[in-house]
């Protein structure tokens, strides 16, 4: 059981680690980085090339094409085996090719080590390499430090931890040394913890290493990354589920065939070639190369879009998702307090602008105002800007503003800048002379410093009831006035009013002093001061979140928080966003751990927030929403969103501010951390996923006219109308380019319209089956026509009672054969125009609305010419020579096709089916 040590005192701790507070000796810390190993996460065994490269032939339809060329080969038929194993090679190839992602996640969690630390040796201060750190060394952090391992603190002075890409808490927390009390208390709120990887912003302070490497609270989320297997895409699970099928189906159609031909009489090697022309015909060779094309140039388009996907198949998958559950602080917020409201004594103002960026307007009744014509005003600003240890800067590289320090002392001193006080020009202007600290007790800040006007001044930043308990006057219209109670209670109402709105209140005063005040550690140094006004400031959502949100939901897309903050403040986000209507429910990490499997299954389609959550819990969610049958796209950017973003169906990290862990664990980065990026990800995914179901229909609907023509060709008593080579050639060649084109065909109107599919609908459903049947049919029936007719013109069955041998009927069947190969090539041609859309007219729609699959018509149709008139490719593919008058019929019969398609779409739009 993992032991408590935020509730251990500190003899408790030294005790139970054996070390002391002078730290351990060098000999007993060798011994311990032999006993728990070096502080550093551990990888752990991947999949090597070769086992990536064997699994591509692990496929019902792969294998039946490798026995097929296998017996080929044992058969004399040398080419059809070798182009049947080029196909397999080439298909094993591009799926190693998108399957071979290395796994950066835990390379990026190791990166979070601190290289050097400060620890006690012997009771002497020594930097050592963060790896050489062991379980109870005594460790000194200061201001800036990457903490490097998980520590229980001793000692704290000021000491302030940004904890936020561990826990998701948008503020800095002050650290205690006090024990905390038994039982469960959430990772955000051990506050004498100092966690491997967090950042200290302010203070100092010194504790006891309780956890390394792969034990602190890093290294399991590192476990958990591990842990989670790799997932398929519903479009993966549907194709595998088609190809098995059509495995099942091949291999009986096969053994039909077979048993039927050789009852005939029809010699074994002919009659076994047919069979492997109906196993090509029935495997759609192209569609895994195609599928994987058309995922491809998604991501190409999606790029320019500002998503840049990581993983292949994840563009399908977000545009079948349902839910997105997105972290707040850096997310649907800017991870960055800005001021929002300010309240005088008189007069209250609205301050706009995003984040640290110093660009923004002071509102008064919703007019823009100068707020230096304000005496009030420009006191308030002056002492937050001055009573402030953090500093504005901006990083060019970057092209984004930053603050070091305090993120509510930023605020501060970004507020000074709208207002056109440069925190430069204050800092010379009123010369600090002395500070006293933040500190929880006492919750303020305070600092004296020169007065330009004369004498000294002190100003104060703190919490509302402190600094009012401190005053006995308030600054109003340039006047400082006697504080009363009525005024006190103003005030006080005005904070829980800001606070109940999610803001974080901050009050300001001062008071002037001669050239010799008291010691800043009189009692009496900061009493008496004057109050100014009230400051409210939180870490205000994205400006276009809210309209992302709306698409979203307007797609069916339901949006859930998930966070580390504090309840009332993720509450407060969400509301604003829309995010959190009526009914809707908020429930913490605490009650999370209340609660069974079963318990959370029952409302988690409900629950709009959760706070206060750990990465354990968001796994839990993850899981509860996936089993309901969601399929779940995951934002976050920091360390304790990695598990859940490898977890979920499509893990969502931010580009800018995201962590390299987040991202290495993602499936899709944003480049430009916007929300809206995730919607236009969406309307992409959707695309992409349509277009590939189009190219199944086509591909399914022309393999069954291929299979049509064979299969029944033979049972009637026909000679075999294709070869296998032909139908590969159609199939992959002239086939593969409209369908490739077809991948890319523009999206529909109404496609952010219509609601997320039905994770579980099958690709092909039974009245897409049917019409693909019909199709088949179709081009089954016309082709078999068309062989009938040249057989019965060049009198085949006259020719048959000659005894020929088998070389003689091969030859003899060269022009019937030809007219069928183009036939059903022409038919695919004139099919793939038709599934552009599913019920617009053929002549409805623009031409060139697709221009690449004009062209890629064009080509096919002039490969398939190649074939039939270039004499060296008429020897392999055994064509020959079409007369104008061949021409003439085959065109007349594919147009029967196009019929069909018209006569089907009208009847859907006609009854809005």
Not at 43 to 60: A, D, G, T, W
Not at 578 to 597: F, W, Y
Not at 848 to 866: D, E, H, R, W
């Amino acid at each position: 059981m993992e032991k408590e040590w935020f509730t251990m005192k500190e003899e408790e701790l030294y005790k139970e680690l054996k070390t002391s507070p002078a730290g351990l000796s060098k000999d007993e810390a060798k011994n311990r980085v032999i006993e728990y190993g070096a502080n550093e996460l551990q990888k752990i065994k991947r999949k090597s090339k070769l086992k990536l490269f064997i699994e591509q032939f692990k496929n019902v339809l792969i294998i039946i094409l490798i026995v097929a060329a296998l017996i080929s080969i044992f058969l004399g038929e040398v080419l059809d085996a070798a182009v049947i194993s080029v196909i397999v090679v080439l298909n094993a190839v591009i799926g190693f090719i998108q399957e071979y992602k290395a796994e950066k996640a835990i390379e990026a969690l190791r990166e979070l080590a601190a290289p050097q630390a400060i620890v006690i040796r012997d009771g002497k201060e020594v930097k050592i390499p963060a790896k050489e750190i062991v379980p109870g060394d005594i460790i000194l952090i200061d201001t800036g430090d990457r903490i490097p391992a998980d520590i229980r603190l001793t000692s704290a002075s000021g000491l302030k931890i940004d904890e936020s890409s561990l826990t998701g808490e948008s503020m800095p927390v002050k650290k205690t040394t006090e024990p905390l009390k038994n039982g469960f208390i959430p990772l955000a709120d051990r506050n004498n913890m100092a966690f491997s990887g967090t950042i200290v912003t302010s203070g100092y302070g010194k504790g006891v290493v309780v956890a390394t490497g792969m034990n602190t609270e890093i290294g399991r989320i590192a476990s958990m990354i591990q842990q989670e297997e790799e997932k398929e895409t519903p479009l993966q699970r549907k194709l595998d589920v088609l190809g098995k099928k059509l495995g099942q189906i091949i291999i009986v159609l096969c053994v039909i065939v077979f048993i039927s031909g050789f009852l005939r009489g029809i010699p074994f090697i002919e009659i076994f070639l047919a069979s492997v022309g109906l196993a090509v015909a029935a495997i759609p060779e192209g569609l895994p190369a195609i599928v994987t094309m058309g995922l491809a140039l998604g991501i190409q388009r999606m790029a320019k879009r500002k998503a840049i996907i990581r993983k292949l198949p994840a563009v399908e998958t977000l545009g079948s998702a349902n839910v997105i559950c997105s972290d707040k602080t850096g997310t649907l917020t800017k991870n960055e307090m800005t001021v929002r409201r300010i309240h005088l004594a008189s007069s209250s103002f609205e301050v706009t602008g995003e984040g640290y960026n110093p660009k923004g307007d002071f509102l008064q009744n919703g007019e823009k105002v100068n707020p230096l014509l304000n005496e009030d005003l420009t006191q308030l600003i002056k002492i937050g800007a001055l009573c402030n240890n953090s500093a504005l800067f901006f990083d060019p590289q970057k092209n984004r503003w930053f603050v070091t320090g305090d993120p509510t002392s930023g605020a501060l001193i970004v507020l000074a800048e709208k207002a056109g006080l440069r925190h430069s020009d204050l800092i010379q202007q009123y010369k600090r002379i002395a500070e006293i600290p933040f500190e929880s007790e006492r919750k303020r800040i305070v600092t004296l410093h020169e007065d330009p006007g004369g004498g000294r001044i002190i100003f104060v930043s703190g919490a509302p009831d402190i600094l009012l308990d401190l005053s006995d006057y308030y600054l109003d219209s340039g006047q400082v006035k006697k504080l009363d109670n009525e005024k006190r209670q103003l005030f006080l109402k005005l904070n829980d009013e800001m606070a109940k709105q999610a803001l974080r209140v901050i009050a300001l005063a001062y008071k002037k002093v001669d050239s010799s005040p008291p010691p800043v550690d009189d009692l009496n140094f900061d009493k008496g001061l004057v109050f100014t006004g009230l400051v409210g400031m939180m870490d205000p959502p994205r400006a276009e979140v809210k309209d992302a949100i709306k698409l979203a939901s307007k797609a069916g897309i339901k949006t859930i928080m998930i966070t580390g903050d504090h309840p009332n403040t993720a509450a407060a986000i969400a509301r604003e966003l829309g995010i959190l209507k009526e009914g809707d429910i908020v429930i913490t990490g605490s009650q999370l751990d209340a609660m069974s499997v079963e318990d959370l299954e029952k409302i988690v389609e409900k629950v709009k927030v959760y706070a206060r959550v750990s990465p354990k819990h968001k796994m839990q969610i993850v899981k509860a929403l996936k089993k309901k049958g969601s399929i779940l796209a995951m934002t976050g950017d920091g360390v304790n969103d990695a598990p859940a973003l490898k977890s979920s169906d499509i893990g969502v990290s931010m580009g800018i501010a995201g962590t390299d862990v987040a991202k290495e664990a993602s499936d899709m980065v944003l480049a430009d951390d916007n929300f809206s990026t995730i919607v236009a990800a969406v309307e992409e995914g959707r695309m992409v996923y349509d277009n590939i179901k189009k190219v199944v229909k086509y591909l399914i609907s022309t393999n069954f006219g291929e299979i049509i023509t064979i299969f029944i060709g033979i049972l009637i008593g026909l000679p075999l109308p294709i070869l296998a080579l032909q139908i590969l050639w159609i199939n992959l060649v002239t086939d593969g380019l409209p369908a490739l084109a077809l991948g890319v065909e523009p999206a529909e109107s109404d496609l952010m319209e219509r609601k997320p599919r039905d994770p579980n609908e099958n690709i092909l459903s039974k009245e897409t089956l049917i019409n693909a049947l019909i199709y088949g049919a179709i081009m089954g029936a016309g082709a078999l026509l068309l062989f009938a007719f040249e057989l019965s013109a060049l009198d085949y069955w006259g020719f048959l009672a000659t005894n020929p041998t088998l070389e003689q009927i091969d030859i003899f069947l060269t022009r019937p054969r030809t007219v069928v190969f183009t036939v059903l090539m022409l038919f695919q041609m004139m099919s793939v125009f038709t599934f552009r859309s599913e019920k617009t007219s053929i002549f409805k729609m623009k031409f060139f609305g697709n221009k690449y699959l004009v062209i890629s018509v064009a080509v096919s149709i002039a490969l398939q010419l190649f074939v039939v008139y270039l004499p060296v490719m008429q020897v392999p593919f055994k064509t020959t020579f079409l007369y104008p008058f061949d021409w003439v019929i085959i065109i007349l019969t594919t147009l029967s096709l196009l019929l069909y398609s018209e006569a089907r779409k009208w009847f859907m739009r006609k009854h809005n089916i």
